[in-house]
């Protein structure tokens, strides 16, 4: 841990500056978790603070600080914070708003964080405008509000840009011990992957989740991954933002399904960071990965007294990448010995009711089920009201699902289908024991779901080519596109322009029929009536130039042969590098929406990995006894649109290719657009 961060998020002193309800919360949440440290408030004025003696200010503290919570008004804390750095404090949370998120052109926000930083110097600063964080490991915070966790002795660290979201997170009843709880305000100084790596390098530590509304420095996101790998502790991510787009689509369809989402997703999974969607999805598969971790494979089994439970784990696996391996006949003969004839074996498992409550029968179940092969088992298990009901019998379950896993080696995790069905001090009994508590199916499978692709073996990443966006940028002639990519190793039809229907006509003659016809300078060719395909005379040819609204055309040899088309673009993502698209292309690039995206430089290996993932693939591969494209030709046409941004890094703002046209034995460029501009050194 960096020392200033270790001092501040570790201290054995704290001050705290200010006199109102907020720093008041923080001298009494800090005797409240179990501080045992001197706590020194400083206040020009009063003379204690809850029963804290106060002092006049920074310089009359007995000694410098390890972590300070300023809680004064923004000028103010600039000179708080001058002071603590000339007093050799360790760190500070600065909790005043007003700098850098003001929006209003005329707020002096930025100006004044600038002023803050310069007062910092290098203590550390987490924020400003938040509310610091919460040590639950070694019972010390700077937190001025109510929070809703406990002491714990080892566990996940969760950082986040909301404050209001990270007191929600405390107050949770999922069984799901919480080390830190960090928030990260403006970052003016210190950044999510900066605070990351320090939290990571706590031994008690285990898993760390980011609730993330920007991604600033790449590199640090990167030396973050890197960190967490080498330490073996998963990184969970759940991404605000999924409606903004990086452009707007007013000329391709490339920067119309690749804006800041794809990026992203792009990002987190170049560096095997998880990413989940919803805040319940992240702290059941924070949860999942402190009690078991990345998962071997995506092979699993479920197992439950009900039908209707077995056919909701079904289906809720769908598009999940998890998978019901079949049963063996191994599996068979322990599942027949212990439950009889009359059961079904199937994956999932209806087990039915009447081996309950023998923990025996149960565990022999659970144990049969349990192949060397899986690498999870999970019983669906909601338990009874305890103000109602008798929950008894439900211990059995639980020692027959420690017995299994202790018995197979395989993990294991026990199901409710209601979030509420699990009770917290279940959940925690579950937890101590190894077991995982899971709050919900759906919830429960995104968790195993990410853990199986935290699980394959990754090379490390390259670094993505940082975004430097051009100026004066300029959308080249598709003639001029295609020959750029040409010189790039693209594959493109023979071609050749012409000023008038007339030149085109005699153009296509030279070309060899059939022939396509494109009026210049018009985007969306097809949508616009600027594209004739397959015309096979010079008559055919005239009469379709005629009737284009253009001055100027480009007369291409019409390709035939053609599996499948696709679109390969690259859009600048302003927060994540260069994305490159792969997607359904053509006609079907908006009608079905099928696309994957990676981040440049990418390997040839990803590039056809990108591919398979790919609804239209099996069409690609060929189906049904039809023959399937050139994949090698394909890989060599996107690696070629991607030399092309990597030797243009700068002043490359976009470049797209819909549709490739590929067929049996070559890749080539039906249509290109390029925007490019002046690097901006």
Same mark, same amino acid.
């Given at each position: 841990m960096k020392p200033g961060l270790e001092r501040l998020f570790r201290p054995k002193t704290i001050a705290v500056v200010g006199g109102g309800a907020w720093c008041a919360n923080v001298i009494r949440k800090c005797r409240e978790i179990g501080f045992d440290g001197p706590i020194w408030p400083v206040h020009p004025e009063r003379a204690e603070?809850?029963?804290?003696?106060?002092?006049?200010?920074?310089?009359?503290?007995?000694?410098?600080?390890?972590?300070?919570?300023?809680?004064?008004?923004?000028?103010?804390?600039?000179?708080?914070?001058?002071?603590?750095? !000339?007093?050799?404090?360790?760190?500070?949370?600065?909790?005043?708003?007003?700098?850098?998120?003001? &929006?209003?052109?005329?707020?002096?926000?930025?100006?004044?964080?600038?002023?803050l930083l310069q007062a910092a110097g290098d203590m550390s600063i987490i924020g400003p405008n938040c509310y610091g964080f919460v040590n639950y490991l070694d019972g010390a915070l700077l937190w001025p509000d109510q929070h809703g966790g406990a002491r714990c002795e080892r566990g996940v660290a969760i950082v986040t840009q909301s404050s209001n979201i990270a007191i929600n997170m405390t107050m949770q009843k999922r069984g799901l011990p919480?080390?830190?709880?960090?928030?990260?305000?403006?970052?003016?100084?210190?950044?999510?992957?900066?605070?990351? !790596?320090?939290?990571?390098?706590?031994?008690?530590?285990?898993?760390?989740?980011?609730? @993330?509304?920007?991604?600033?420095?790449?590199?640090?996101?990167?030396?973050?991954?890197?960190?967490?790998? &080498?330490?073996?502790k998963p990184i969970?991510?759940? &991404?605000?933002?999924?409606?903004?787009?990086?452009?707007?689509?007013?000329?391709s369809h490339t920067a119309s399904v690749a804006g800041s989402d794809s990026g992203s997703r792009a990002l987190f999974s170049r560096l095997g960071i998880g990413q989940v969607d919803t805040i319940s999805d992240f702290m059941e598969t924070l949860k999942f990965f402190h009690v078991i971790g990345p998962l071997a494979s995506d092979r699993i089994a479920s197992m439950s007294c009900s039908g209707g439970e077995a056919s909701l784990m079904a289906d809720l696996t769908l598009d999940s990448g998890l998978t019901y391996p079949p049963l063996n006949e191994t599996q068979r003969v322990g599942l027949r010995a212990a439950l009889g004839p009359m059961v079904k074996l199937a994956n999932p498992l209806d087990y039915n009711t009447y081996i309950w409550p023998r923990t025996d029968a149960m565990a022999a179940t659970f144990t049969s089920m349990m192949d060397p092969s899986l690498a999870l088992g999970m019983v669906v298990l909601d338990f009874p009201r305890t103000d109602r009901c008798n929950a008894s019998d439900w211990d059995n379950v639980i020692e027959a699902v420690v017995q299994t896993r202790d018995a197979s080696g395989v993990p294991?995790? @026990?199901?409710?289908?209601?979030?509420e069905n699990m009770p917290e001090e279940i959940a925690l009994r579950l937890t101590g024991r190894g077991v995982a508590p899971m709050c919900g199916m759906a919830e429960a499978l995104t968790a195993a779901s990410v853990a199986a692709e935290l699980g394959r073996d990754m090379p490390a990443a390259l670094p993505v080519l940082l975004p430097?966006?051009?100026?004066?940028?300029?959308?080249?002639? !598709?003639?001029?596109? &295609?020959?750029?990519?040409?010189?790039?190793?693209?594959?493109?039809?023979?071609?050749?322009?012409?000023?008038?229907p007339a030149d085109a006509a005699k153009v296509a003659d030279s070309i060899g029929f059939p022939v396509v016809v494109k009026g210049e300078g018009v985007a969306h060719k097809t949508e616009a009536g600027a594209v004739v395909l397959n015309l096979g005379t010079a008559g055919a040819v005239l009469q379709a130039a005629d009737g284009m609204a253009a001055q100027n055309f480009l007369i291409e040899e019409f390709v035939t042969g053609t599996v499948a088309e696709l679109l390969v673009g690259v859009v600048l993502d302003p927060a994540h590098g260069y994305v490159l698209t792969l997607g359904a292309g053509g006609v079907l690039t908006e009608l079905i929406?099928?696309?994957?995206?990676?981040?440049?430089?990418?390997?040839?290996?990803?590039?056809?990995?990108?591919?398979?993932?790919?609804?239209l693939f099996p069409v690609i591969a060929g189906y049904r006894g039809k023959a399937g494209a050139d994949i090698a030709a394909i890989v060599r046409a996107v690696m070629a649109v991607q030399a092309y941004v990597e030797a243009n890094h700068g002043r490359v703002e976009e470049v797209e290719i819909n549709p490739l046209l590929c067929g049996t034995e070559r890749a080539v460029a039906a249509d290109a657009l390029i925007r490019i501009g002046v690097a901006d050194d």
């Amino acid at each position: 841990m960096k020392p200033g961060l270790e001092r501040l998020f570790r201290p054995k002193t704290i001050a705290v500056v200010g006199g109102g309800a907020w720093c008041a919360n923080v001298i009494r949440k800090c005797r409240e978790i179990g501080f045992d440290g001197p706590i020194w408030p400083v206040h020009p004025e009063r003379a204690e603070i809850e029963g804290e003696p106060a002092f006049r200010d920074i310089m009359a503290l007995p000694d410098a600080p390890d972590a300070t919570f300023v809680g004064v008004n923004r000028r103010t804390t600039i000179d708080v914070v001058a002071a603590l750095r !000339e007093k050799g404090a360790g760190g500070v949370v600065c909790f005043a708003a007003g700098f850098s998120e003001a &929006k209003d052109e005329a707020a002096d926000g930025p100006a004044l964080q600038a002023q803050l930083l310069q007062a910092a110097g290098d203590m550390s600063i987490i924020g400003p405008n938040c509310y610091g964080f919460v040590n639950y490991l070694d019972g010390a915070l700077l937190w001025p509000d109510q929070h809703g966790g406990a002491r714990c002795e080892r566990g996940v660290a969760i950082v986040t840009q909301s404050s209001n979201i990270a007191i929600n997170m405390t107050m949770q009843k999922r069984g799901l011990p919480l080390a830190y709880v960090v928030t990260a305000g403006n970052q003016a100084q210190t950044g999510f992957a900066e605070i990351g !790596e320090a939290l990571l390098a706590d031994p008690r530590v285990t898993t760390l989740g980011l609730h @993330i509304e920007g991604i600033g420095d790449l590199r640090a996101f990167e030396a973050l991954a890197a960190t967490a790998r &080498k330490l073996g502790k998963p990184i969970v991510a759940l &991404k605000v933002g999924r409606s903004d787009q990086a452009q707007a689509a007013t000329v391709s369809h490339t920067a119309s399904v690749a804006g800041s989402d794809s990026g992203s997703r792009a990002l987190f999974s170049r560096l095997g960071i998880g990413q989940v969607d919803t805040i319940s999805d992240f702290m059941e598969t924070l949860k999942f990965f402190h009690v078991i971790g990345p998962l071997a494979s995506d092979r699993i089994a479920s197992m439950s007294c009900s039908g209707g439970e077995a056919s909701l784990m079904a289906d809720l696996t769908l598009d999940s990448g998890l998978t019901y391996p079949p049963l063996n006949e191994t599996q068979r003969v322990g599942l027949r010995a212990a439950l009889g004839p009359m059961v079904k074996l199937a994956n999932p498992l209806d087990y039915n009711t009447y081996i309950w409550p023998r923990t025996d029968a149960m565990a022999a179940t659970f144990t049969s089920m349990m192949d060397p092969s899986l690498a999870l088992g999970m019983v669906v298990l909601d338990f009874p009201r305890t103000d109602r009901c008798n929950a008894s019998d439900w211990d059995n379950v639980i020692e027959a699902v420690v017995q299994t896993r202790d018995a197979s080696g395989v993990p294991m995790a @026990i199901v409710a289908s209601l979030p509420e069905n699990m009770p917290e001090e279940i959940a925690l009994r579950l937890t101590g024991r190894g077991v995982a508590p899971m709050c919900g199916m759906a919830e429960a499978l995104t968790a195993a779901s990410v853990a199986a692709e935290l699980g394959r073996d990754m090379p490390a990443a390259l670094p993505v080519l940082l975004p430097r966006p051009p100026r004066d940028v300029r959308l080249l002639t !598709e003639a001029v596109a &295609k020959a750029a990519l040409a010189r790039q190793g693209m594959a493109v039809p023979k071609n050749a322009r012409a000023g008038s229907p007339a030149d085109a006509a005699k153009v296509a003659d030279s070309i060899g029929f059939p022939v396509v016809v494109k009026g210049e300078g018009v985007a969306h060719k097809t949508e616009a009536g600027a594209v004739v395909l397959n015309l096979g005379t010079a008559g055919a040819v005239l009469q379709a130039a005629d009737g284009m609204a253009a001055q100027n055309f480009l007369i291409e040899e019409f390709v035939t042969g053609t599996v499948a088309e696709l679109l390969v673009g690259v859009v600048l993502d302003p927060a994540h590098g260069y994305v490159l698209t792969l997607g359904a292309g053509g006609v079907l690039t908006e009608l079905i929406a099928d696309t994957v995206s990676v981040l440049i430089p990418a390997s040839p290996e990803d590039i056809e990995t990108a591919l398979r993932r790919l609804r239209l693939f099996p069409v690609i591969a060929g189906y049904r006894g039809k023959a399937g494209a050139d994949i090698a030709a394909i890989v060599r046409a996107v690696m070629a649109v991607q030399a092309y941004v990597e030797a243009n890094h700068g002043r490359v703002e976009e470049v797209e290719i819909n549709p490739l046209l590929c067929g049996t034995e070559r890749a080539v460029a039906a249509d290109a657009l390029i925007r490019i501009g002046v690097a901006d050194d």
